[in-house]
């Protein structure tokens, strides 16, 4: 058994100096004070994180083993009445192997049965936005009489019941072992549900704030998991293993601030506007939304209807990887493939460059410029399936082949020359440079996810080395 | 030893309670318990109130009130502004816009910070003093401020002043009735009783109240939807300033707008104090408008390239006239008029900048050239230096005025000239504004609806009243430069979807 306390204080101060009109250029930011039209400014915030915990292993006749924790966490993000809150967990697992009835049993080499649950917390916000401030700014006041007044400037809205946001985690999984230890696995259920979700949402105006944080909702995530292990081919000088895993997920949002879409996300691109995500009870996090486009006629878009329906989601279905280690005699040879299966991509940038006003006088995709020519002039409808793409992919990511020689042996006790490449290819119908798109663009509060703006896309990269050891 | 264990004891006690210690104030802000302790705070507060103004200088004069009408174009040049401002111009606004949202929140945050500011004063033990008083009343000002801008630009709303913050129970829907009856009922009072009858530069009198009380009355027709019967009360209201404020016309059109304008003001009755250093209302007319003028005005004069008038507004100028000097066209120089500024084109050559009156591109609104369209320098009519010293880029030390003594001029006559087309008052009145300090042009010898809505035009370019005199004289929808004439009528704008999803007592504007 193992209790404990833990107090972390973390205390953010910042110090600013900004001058202009230096004499020379000389002394850099080392002398801020030949500078004229000097302005110094500060901020100090102090947050605090205190935790009571404790934990209990048992174990019995080495077949039976409980371990139980609970901690109290508080936080001073959190408005008053909700700082402290309580995270249990207990786990439990059986070697059934263990067990008579399995003891002799050919063929199964190993059996073990993991039971679990548990609660954890989400402090991730900033600091006081459980409460309204005044902040004075002496650079942004105003004058009467021809005095400067600096001002006292309401900031946020004041939020006593903001509290910690929970995740409760059940799984439960089998580890295994069979035709002699050369397949081993696991399997794992899991089934998470996370409450009082943090979210920034609109104001009703008026209000000192457009937006301010709520614990809003809840969302699922259910999901399987699978891990094999193969000692495929085992043989002197030859070696074959086998690693292949596949993850399924399914995020559901099951409850909103009165149960009200929140729509977010960012599009970039001149003239742009609207918001392509979505937060809407019973759809994943990260649903695309907007029109369902039908084609171009009579060089206009057209859609399905007026009215912007779910587009497709920015989290895969499936996280699929499969790793193969062959070794001959004193050869090595490493393949590594991953797949993602059920996004989507909305492709802001395929967006920007078919917009029909901008040519002439700036680039867009050849396609585009086809349109134009046979009369499609105008913009485009932002927020539409037109830009949103099936994201699938498969993709090498790493390949990697390597020959053990012999010199020196004295000296050097083995050396290698490989040549390893990584992301080799990828399959996937997505039209952009790379499926996997992670611009982070926050907008109320929630991070967009699987928005495609000029992102850099994986590299492609070659390597050829020698790994010595002395 | 004993008294070595009960130091002990002490010291785990106290470690203990520090232990689980959450609360932790704010250091570089002040709370509720830390703010508002002395009196002279409560000019700091006025002044985080005052600031709130600061939406007169982005959207209602360059979006909205100005860039909506024949005055102003914020045409896309290239991709450069290329969005919201079009739409604007365009009356194509649709209730998702973002600019609009942006708005109605700014209107919107007016409103919730002085209806916090007064709930402070009337928490606090210096509720009874006089010149906290005055303070309480100046809040009141600009909350009827922002509730007439709701009534003006949309129409509906609600119709909230207390302070507390209550989702579960999101105010209730008010008609724009109602919130003009709200607003008529608060400046009666502030211009009767509350407001003192002169006040600092840059804070508001009962003159003030009077003026904005004259300005809601003169729409009052467009507002009720009625026969204005209003005109009367515009005329008492009005003369009232005229004959008993210390406010009168600077006889300098130019002062009223210069870099000293925030000094020896006696033309601006309610102003949005701006200074190129330190003030959150910033002057930002030159950076909205002008490209590459640094040749002619200074390093800090060169802006975003953006709003340029309209070439049938800038010709409704005689070449005689003045106060066409608040537009920058044609071709530039630098300060000694001779040497021509040289400045690089759209297509990559070197030639002189001209600010084109009338538009060279094929789509003025959706495409045009980055040199067209006579630019906005009613603040740069006093030539090279109006700009901000560094560390300010390239913001103008004047102050903006929102109402004026010209303006009051202007209501009366046109209170007048609507109940009587022949009154010769209203014609005196008029004559007054155009030809201030012996403005070379010829006198009007009458008054039509056409050449009082184009003297209004001329005298107020740029200062965030033309939609509100297109609507009022009917001419909003109408065609002009390069916008079609609307089929709906959209004088009255759609109110955010964002705004309708978070309270949905909240109704659209007929249609939207």
Redesign the interface.
Known sequence: MVGG?S?QEFDNYIQST?A??FVTDNLGADNIGGG??A?SS???????L?SFYGRANYSYDNKYFLTATVRQD???RFG?NN??ATFPSAAFAWKLKEEGFLKDAKGIDDLKLRIGYGVTGNQNIG??KY?????????????????????????G??NPNLKWEQTAQFNAGFDFAVLKSRLRGTIDVYSKKTTNLLLA??????????TYL?NVGAMTNNGVELTLDAAVVSKKDFKWNSNFNIAWNKNKITELYNN??I?YGIISG?????LPQILRVGQSLGSFYGQVFTGISNNAETFASPNPSILGKALPDYVIGFTNNFSYKNWDLSVVLRSQLGASVYNNTLAELSNG??LP??NTTPAAAELHKAGFTSGIVYCSSRWVENADFLRLDNLSLGYKIKVFPTVIKSARIYFAAQNLFVITKYSGYDPEVNNVAGNYGVNSLGIDYCSYPHARTYILGINVNF | MKMKKIIAILILAATFVSCTKLEIAPNSQLTDQTSFKSKSEFLNGLAGVYTSLSVWGGEMIYYFGGGSTDEMLFPARGTDWKGDNQLIFLHTVTPTNNELNNFYNQLSNIIAVTNTYIAVIDASSFKEDNDVKVMRSEARFLRAFAYFGMVDYFGNGTLVTSASYDPSNPPKYATRTEIYNFVKTELTDLATSALPATNSYGRVDKYAAEALLAKLYLNSGIYLGQANANLPDVVTLTSDIISNSSYSLDPSYHHVFGATNGVNNVETLFTMVCKNKGTACVNMSAMFSLDDSRDTYGPWASGWDGAATLPTFYRSFESTDIRRAQFIAGPQFFPDGVTPSIQTDDQGRSRQLVYAVDFTAKDPVNDADHWDGARGGKYMMDGYGNFGNMGSGGMLNSDMPILRFADVLMMKAEAEYRQNPASTDALALVNQVRLRGGNPVAPFTSLNDANLLAERGREFAWEGWRRNDLIRFGKYGVAWDYKPADGADRSILPIPATQIQSNPNLKQNPGY
């Open positions: 306390y107090w900004v202009t009109g004229v039209n302005v500060n901020n100090e915030e102090i947050n605090r205190i508080g936080s001073s008053p700082r402290w600091n006081f409460s309204s401030t005044y902040a004075i700014n002496s650079s942004a006041g105003t004058y009467f009489g021809g005095t400067f007044y600096p001002p006292y400037n309401i900031t809205i004041a949402i609109s104001a009703i105006q008026p209000a000192v704030a457009s709520e009200k879409d729509n001149a003239g742009a506007s609207g006003n901008r006088g700036q």
